[in-house]
T-cell receptor, first 111, second 109 residues
């Protein structure tokens, strides 16, 4: 089945540690996105990529980094500079002006 | 950048009744797409309905329909015959990945 796979489902971070969230897609979509969602809140755009080897900052990129070395993969690293990383993270893809397809999300917590 | 505004943080509806969720947006484009997504407690994002700006006819998907007012930049979602399973967060979105803050819909039995 075509879709988006986010892993892990749950992730715990220690103080001062970088962690990486995985997002893989087999939809052959060019554009990929990372969103952060805090409890009871909407989706805020962290980073997006419209083509391999290129990506742009969203509204809340500070403390995060991404790479897009392959069309299928768009990993998000939450660095130690992100002082409040506890949130639900959603990865999405889109083709052209169509709707976004979402993964099932990763819940990140601080130990 | 385009902005999307949902002015109703919470809404409540009686089962089998009709409810309308509001959304306004700001854009300088003439050709664009708008979407409504549903996010139940599982947090999975589910596409409810889409509207293409160049189409004058309002989109409809079973019990879900939109009232698209292009000049007013308004894109409201109407849910008819509300069911308990409709309880969720609803997000309005512009095609360039901008989302509104969401409306939490409660359905009372």
């Amino acid at each position: 089945d075509g879709g988006i796979t986010q892993s892990p489902k749950y992730l715990f971070r220690k103080e001062g540690q970088n962690v990486t969230l995985s997002c893989e897609q087999n939809l052959n979509h060019d554009a990929m996105y990372w969103y952060r969602q805090d409890p009871g809140q909407g989706l805020r755009l962290i980073y997006y990529s419209q083509i391999v080897n290129d990506f742009q900052k969203g509204d809340i990129a500070e403390g995060y980094s991404v790479s897009r070395e392959k069309k299928e993969s768009f990993p998000l690293t939450v660095t130690s500079a992100q002082k409040n990383p506890t949130a639900f993270y959603l990865c999405a893809t889109t083709a052209g002006r169509g709707p976004q397809h979402f993964g099932d999300g990763t819940r990140l917590s601080i130990l | 950048a385009q902005t999307v505004t949902q002015s109703q943080p919470e809404m409540s509806v009686q089962e089998a009744e009709t409810v309308t969720l509001s959304c306004t947006y700001d854009t300088s484009e003439s050709d664009y797409y708008l979407f409504w997504y549903k996010q139940p407690p599982s947090r999975q994002m589910i596409l409810v309905i889409r509207q293409e700006a160049y189409k004058q006819q309002n989109a409809t998907e079973n019990r879900f329909s939109v009232n698209f007012q292009k000049a007013a930049k308004s894109f409201s979602l109407k849910i008819s015959d509300s069911q308990l399973g409709d309880a969720a967060m609803y997000f309005c979105a512009y095609y360039d990945m901008r989302f509104g803050a969401g409306t939490r819909l409660t359905v009372k039995p």
